[in-house]
């Protein structure tokens, strides 16, 4: 309950009122204290799952470029990491290729079982065709060239493809405005 102020007429006292008159008179509301926040607070379950994918995401980049330096050793896939967009893209792609199809030791097509073509295994993943017994490698040029590319319903080789996967993920982050390393250093 409040207290009324009353301020005494000079008439009815012999003094002036001083403020400790008006402070004994009226009732303060209480103060307010600030509300408590916590020190810690829960992440939401998208700030979660933004974080675990961002881990996964960079997990699965470190083993790719490990996969990358353990097999190819010869750099003959170097330029990925630089990658920017589609035309460049395209361009290491091509030149990814002709590296790898350069140092791909060529055999006989008879040494290593289809005298047809000459054969090679390939030189980053060193698989060779999966369909046939007996023969070993791809046909050079056409086989090896559809196994690097992964095309016309090739198994893709895995290094190369892991290669492509680092800079096609560069694209998208680009695309998506998030920063960049300087990989030119």
């Not at 002036?16 to 509300?35: I, N, S």
């Not at 939401?44 to 961002?54: F, G, I, P, V, Y």
């Not at 893709?156 to 892991?162: D, E, M, V």
Request: charged share 25%.
């Amino acid at each position: 309950m409040a207290k009324t102020l009353t301020i005494p007429s000079c008439a009815e006292s012999s003094h002036a009122p001083t403020q400790q008159h008006f402070l004994e008179d009226v009732e303060m509301p209480p103060k307010r204290k600030a509300p408590v926040l916590p020190v810690y607070r829960q992440p939401s379950e998208l700030d979660r799952l933004k974080s675990e994918n961002r881990r996964l995401r960079d997990a699965l980049f470190l083993t790719r470029e490990s996969l990358i330096d353990l097999m190819d050793p010869m750099d003959l896939l170097g330029g990925y990491l630089g990658v920017r967009d589609d035309v460049q893209l395209e361009t290491w792609r091509r030149a990814a290729l002709t590296a790898a199809m350069g140092t791909a030791q060529v055999r006989p097509g008879a040494e290593m079982g289809d005298p047809r073509w000459p054969r090679a295994l390939c030189p980053l993943c060193r698989q060779g065709a999966q369909g046939a017994r007996d023969v070993r490698g791809f046909a050079v040029p056409a086989g090896l060239h559809r196994h690097l590319l992964g095309e016309l319903n090739s198994q893709q080789c895995p290094i190369f493809r892991a290669a492509e996967a680092i800079a096609l993920e560069n694209i998208y982050d680009i695309a998506q405005g998030r920063p960049q390393p300087n990989w030119s250093r």
